[in-house]
């Protein structure tokens, strides 16, 4: 485990009493637990016994874990005849999706088998879950983990299990971001979706073009409160991420079976590349607009002494977007776009393709001669045509689209994948059409809304409680069974407009994320609330720890 700062003294104590209830979040398939409870002890005397090939892995990360947060680590080796041991192995468990692990835990020790050394991963969660959840406050160390006796199948729902985050708006150091994906792994959450480019900011090193990091990742300040905001707090904001750190951070998050999906937006929400490269605008001479009041002095000097495009200072949806007659444009997007590739291995690519005004392609004369040499009606039209061409080639480039759910309009590229976030509508619609679909609608995951009735800090609206994210299904009812098929999965999104600082994130993202992860992995059968709210007072227990 990275960064999560929590000191432990070295006061030894053991764990007497009663064996403690299973509490595990996602709920498994089938827990069973003996009449008499017994427990297994844990201590630095086990072993970790790799009895299949490759798991190196997740012994390691088992063992960074124990260090972190009971101080000790575990011999491993590759046999024992000791049953004070931690088996790790492989077993056929033909579950549809992989992931799919079985666990007992005896007197003969614990034993963890995965249909891949992805199932073995996540059966190293379900252990962490089983033991004793040291207290923070106390900072204890505990010599002898009790483990109690249980025997679990389980396996995922859903094959794309996923947390976004937004680091355009506020930008968030590496390790945070390897910190996030800790989270996403102690959920058995196996997607992160990275938001690396916004009106606000740019945030990924494009070696080819400089000016995106040197000008774009930074603006001159941020509107004070709520939008439209009281003022400007005229404090320069701004970050990238390099290529070798984000090579880092797919690594890292590989290391946790999590797929890293970037983000570059396009059409639209596009002023910081703007502001960098004002030809990429369909009129780079015209200077940004901005209300007075509410951007930086710096920004407004820099104007009045000629600068034309500025990095936006202020939340919302802005009218200078790439220009979609330009061969320049699709030029620049191919070129970054071969510089990202090679960065993340994942078979996604985002594009964003949502909140793109058209009132500069409707004034833009290589616009609208471009919607006349390809006989497109309207403006919609030329945004599919956009999208179509960009998905072209990415799927040259061997990488599969995905868009929000405005890519529907005009017409839905032939391979998209469809994220529908305006509500299950688009959704609906593209999973009729038989399009890959990831279900993310506003209500209820997206996690910038507030938890509570009363805000008690400034959050972007809405009303997303524990409860609401729970009980969502997201197969709408819409659907038959054979279309709900092409829902691949959903994620909860974090937009940061009011999220400056890491623990911000984590008092949005805890503790919806735990219902998110019961969604998605244990499936409406398995789901109770009753009993999800009793885990969850252990649940919030091991967030005051890893936190």
């Not at 009663?18 to 630095?44: D, E, G, N, Y």
């Not at 689209?401 to 005009?410: K, N």
């Not at 997303?464 to 729970?470: F, G, L």
Request: charged residues 25%.
């Amino acid at each position: 485990m990275r960064n999560i700062t929590f000191s432990l003294l070295l006061v030894f104590t053991v764990i007497t009493g009663s064996a403690q209830s299973v509490h595990i979040i996602p709920q498994p398939v089938s827990v069973k637990q003996p009449r008499i409870a017994a427990r297994f002890p844990v201590t630095p005397s086990t072993v970790l016994v790799l009895e299949g090939s490759n798991l190196e892995n997740s012994a390691r990360y088992l063992n960074e874990y124990l260090q972190q947060f009971y101080l000790f680590k575990l011999k491993i080796v590759s046999t024992t005849t000791s049953k004070n041991a931690i088996r790790l192995n492989y077993e056929r468990l033909d579950n549809e999706l992989p992931g799919a692990y079985t666990m007992t835990v005896d007197g003969k020790g614990v034993y963890i088998a995965g249909d891949n050394e992805e199932g073995v991963f996540y059966g190293i969660q379900t252990l962490i879950q089983l033991l004793p959840v040291p207290d923070a406050r106390l900072k204890m160390r505990l010599a002898k983990l009790n483990l109690p006796y249980v025997s679990i199948q389980d396996a995922p729902r859903f094959e794309y299990r996923g947390m976004h985050l937004d680091a355009g708006r506020h930008f968030f150091p590496v390790s945070f971001i390897k910190k996030y994906i800790d989270y996403l792994a102690l959920h058995k959450l196996n997607t992160f979706h990275w938001h690396l480019t916004e009106d606000q900011g740019w945030r990924i090193e494009i070696k080819k073009y400089p000016e995106l990091t040197q000008t774009g990742a930074w603006r001159n300040g941020t509107i004070l409160g709520k939008y439209p905001g009281t003022g400007n707090d005229n404090t320069r904001h701004g970050g990238y991420y390099t290529q070798e750190e984000i090579k880092e951070v797919v690594q890292y998050a590989k290391s946790r079976y999590i797929d890293v999906i970037p983000e570059i937006e396009m059409p639209g929400h596009s002023s910081a590349a703007i502001a960098a490269y004002p030809s990429l605008s369909c009129f780079p001479d015209e200077p940004t607009a901005f209300s007075a009041d509410r951007v930086a002095r710096k920004t407004a000097e820099e104007q009045k002494n000629g600068r034309v495009k500025i990095v936006q200072e202020t939340w919302g949806v802005f009218e200078d977007v790439y220009c979609a007659g330009k061969e320049s444009t699709f030029e620049f997007l191919q070129n970054v776009i071969d510089e990202v590739i090679p960065l993340f291995p994942s078979k996604y690519f985002h594009i964003g393709g949502d909140e793109c005004p058209k009132t500069h392609w409707k004034k833009c004369p290589a616009c609208q001669l471009r919607m006349k040499e390809n006989n497109l009606k309207d403006e919609h039209e030329l945004q599919s045509y956009f999208v179509q061409r960009v998905e072209k080639y990415l799927n040259s480039r061997g990488k599969t689209l995905i868009g929000w759910d405005e890519i529907l309009e005009g017409g839905l590229a032939p391979n998209a994948v469809v994220m529908s976030w305006r509500g299950e509508t688009g959704g609906i619609e593209a999973a009729k059409q038989k399009h890959g679909v990831i279900m993310t609608p506003g209500n209820p995951v997206y996690f910038d809304h507030s938890q509570n009735k009363n805000e008690d800090s400034i959050t972007i609206g809405g009303y997303n409680p524990i409860e609401k994210v729970y009980a969502w299904d997201p197969v709408p009812k819409e659907l038959s069974a054979e279309e709900g098929k092409y829902i691949l999965g959903a994620q909860a999104n974090v937009w940061t407009e009011y999220m400056d600082n890491p623990k911000k994130v984590e008092y949005m993202i805890f503790p919806r994320m735990a219902a998110l992860s019961e969604v998605l992995w244990s499936g409406q059968k398995n789901k109770k609330w009753e009993l999800f709210e009793k885990k969850l007072a252990v649940q919030l227990k091991r967030y005051a720890l890893w936190r």
